[in-house]
């Protein structure tokens, strides 16, 4: 099914409600300034949503880059 809303808490939800392990998401590589900081850096870049799935996820977080 399709659900709308803040994709965080929708992820959050569907793996309390299937009793998941862990949560598996993908992240793609950073674009435009992020990519060039990226890039400079060399520091691991992430999103904003996946940076509060890590903060409010209860469940391993493993992130496919």
Do not use: Y
């Amino acid at each position: 099914t399709v659900k709308i809303g803040d994709p965080v808490s929708i992820i959050l939800d569907c793996a309390a409600e299937n009793g998941c392990d862990a949560i598996v998401i993908g992240e793609p590589r950073p674009k435009g300034f992020r990519g060039w900081i990226a890039a400079l850096t060399r520091l691991p870049l992430v999103s904003p949503r996946l940076h509060q799935l890590m903060i409010r996820s209860a469940k391993p977080l493993v992130v496919v880059k």
